[in-house]
């Protein structure tokens, strides 16, 4: 299938971004609304922390940074913790040398400091940049740290990992039903990642997932490149649950966020009868390359013929032209 990774790019850029709530968080983490209490230990109080730094409790950020830094903890979403504090504009959230965020992602909207970030690099370890060109449209080379576990020792005191959304959540609470990657569902809330692709979109206009399509958050592992897609002859499954593939969603960039989709070997692996298949080749530039497995992605009904009960549609592409998706007759 050609250009494979562009296509899917501009709708699954938001699993991160952009799937906040209505209350205006962009980081797509809830707030749980949870009181931390201070952790027992025989070790004293925890350590001081600093803006952006690992927390468990809001006093450890208000020793260095005043009465109204407070800790976002692990259970809610921020490995390991993270210190921040309300703002009115930018002044308290920079550093002198990194100019953040001040925007709502507080509950209710309130405006609190974000770290802006230009890649992953920039954040802490278990963060990834995303959102970037949303956050602030005169920076578009700038997102925001947001936090992304791959088990529960990334998340901290009192929380688990859910390997299938990459966020961390209280202790005990992360799904044990739901669609696993690549399984069908009909919204959000039956997939255990919390991330179903529908196969329409808020307009009505198919987007080819025929009968929808989980799939999860991750961060790209090392070898993914502008050059050959990927540096090996076989996709990398090693991040994601249940052996499947992160795949790229912007950025060919260790670290970047990514999305996990099924991983096959033959269209037999994914649902054929829905209009998906085994996808192993891209374009680049430099001409096709196929690797030896794939991931299930929806056909290209102008190359390949629909399933019966299916009808080829062109629709809009996300980086401009038209596409060709199978939809239900």
Known sequence: MARTYLTLGAS?????AACGDDDGDI????????????????????????????????????????PT???????????????TLPC???????????????????????????????????????YVC??????????????????????????????????????????????????RTGEACASDDACLSGNCILGRNEGGTPTGWNGGTCIGNCALEPGWNSNDLYFGDAYPTAVCPDANVCYPTGELVQGSPGVCLKVC?????????????????????SGPKTFTNGICFPVDCAETPCPAGFSCESVPASGGGTRSVCAPM
């Open 88 to 126: 009115a504009d930018r002044g308290p959230c920079d550093d002198g040398v990194v100019f953040n965020h001040c925007i709502p992602t507080g509950e209710g909207g309130q405006n609190i400091c974000e770290q802006a970030c230009s890649n992953s690099t920039d954040c802490r370890e278990n």
């Open 130 to 179: 995303a959102a970037k060109g949303q956050v602030d449209p005169s920076r578009p080379t700038y997102g925001l740290c947001v936090g992304l576990c791959m088990d529960s020792e990334d998340c901290g005191y009192r929380s688990d990992c859910n390997p299938y959304s990459a966020q961390c959540l209280p202790q005990g609470e992360v799904p044990t039903e739901g669609g």
């Open 265 to 285: 070997d033959t269209n037999a692996d994914c649902r054929e009868a829905e209009g998906y298949e085994c996808s192993k080749t891209v374009e680049l530039s």
């Open 12 to 16: 699954a850029l938001l699993l991160l």
């Open 27 to 66: 980081t797509g983490i809830p707030d749980q609304g949870i009181d931390m209490s201070e952790p027992e230990t025989d070790m004293g109080p925890p350590p001081d922390s600093m803006l952006f730094g690992p927390c468990v409790i809001d006093s450890q950020c208000q020793a260095t940074m005043g």
């Open 69 to 83: 830094a407070f800790c976002r903890t692990g259970a809610e979403g921020w490995p390991e913790g993270h210190c």
